[in-house]
Structure formats: C-alpha cells, structure tokens
C-alpha cells in the first residue's frame, strides 16, 4: 500500500492510472486520506528522523524542483470557459476632459 500511494506522489498521475499490481486505487487513496488524518505519515516521519539522528550519517536536505510541480490550469491565469475577457489595462483616451499635451 505504501509503494502505491508514494508511486501516485513521485508521478502525479491521477488516482485511477493506479497499476493494477498495486491494488484497487480506492483503497491507497482512502488509506493515504486515513493515515493523513489520523498522523500515521507524522509518526513515521518522527520514527524515521530519530533513528537517522541516532546513527549521525544522514543530513536531512529539502529541495523542490519547481520544473516538476504542476499547477492546475487556473493557477496559470487561464479562463473559464465560456468567460469573457477581462478590459485592456491600456485603456484610448477619448480626448473629453483630460489634460493631455498642448492643454492651457
């Protein structure tokens, strides 16, 4: 279940591209879901950190490649469909009531 649930984190394919050696795609998501909720992942990583640290030889470095994470298509700007687009910022002078060049 473990391989499962870090395959669908290491690919970012959706749930439902599961391979079948892994098992039903529900039950990797409800049990991620669970053992989210209840700080199963929190207690491993706890475990993990003081026996890294008992032994000295680990260094704990985080990194995230920003090539790598994806962002949904509405986090880029995109607009929904059927949306109409938003007013040019750059907006025509009518020549009413402004003060432009050459005005006393």
């Not at 049990?31 to 990583?45: H, M, N, P, V």
């Not at 890294?52 to 509405?74: C, K, L, P, Y």
């Amino acid at each position: 279940m473990i391989n499962a649930i870090l395959w669908k984190l290491c690919t970012g394919a959706p749930w439902r591209d599961l391979p079948e050696r892994y098992g039903p795609w529900k039950t990797a998501h409800e049990r991620l879901r669970l053992w989210t909720a209840d700080g199963t992942w929190q207690k491993i990583l706890d475990e993990v950190i003081v026996k890294d640290d008992a032994v000295g030889d680990v260094d704990w470095v985080i990194s995230v490649d920003s090539s790598v994470v994806r962002a949904h298509q509405h986090a880029a700007g995109a607009r929904k469909q059927g949306a109409a687009r938003p007013p040019s910022r750059r907006s025509r002078s009518t020549g009413k009531g402004s003060a432009g060049p050459g005005a006393d």
